[in-house]
């Protein structure tokens, strides 16, 4: 009988000592069993959103700095049967290729040549060509950058909301 009376006090001084820990950690002023349990689930609860919010400054932090430090940089020169168009960034370019490609095919150039370059930035150089398919209308430079631009903005925004 002794020995079930001095395991059954070891083991409540086991708990009574968890209990003082976890009161002490979770900040509680509580005195009950119960409460400090509650306290310490509404603590695991607050710092689970702290994790989240800080999860989420640092990927807007990390978009900004991207977006601020990768700026995108435009070149379109015309030539003898097109135009020669140039797109380059550092880095921070996933997803452009294609919004690049969808304005080329707004416009109706067809790419005659081209090469992309994602090693080290981005780099796109392509020489398009009016498609002559059923358009009489004649594009200039300024009308290709304005489409390029479009796209490079239409990309920055897509990136912006995704995080």
Known sequence: MKNVVSRESRMAAATCKKMRTLRSITNSHAYSKTTIILDATKYIDELK??????????????????????????????????????VFSERCCGGLLVFLLEAFEELG????????????????????????????????????KRGVWKAIQNWSNQVKERT
């Open 49 to 86: 959103h702290r994790v989240e919010r800080i999860n989420q400054e640092i990927a807007m932090a990390q978009n900004s700095t991207c977006q601020k430090s990768c700026p995108v940089q435009l070149r379109v020169e015309a030539q003898d049967k097109g135009f020669l168009i140039k």
């Open 109 to 144: 150039l067809d790419i005659f040549q081209a090469r992309v370059s994602c090693s080290e930035g981005f780099l796109f150089e392509a020489v398009g060509v009016k498609d002559d398919q059923g358009s009489s209308e004649c594009l200039i430079v300024q009308d290709i």
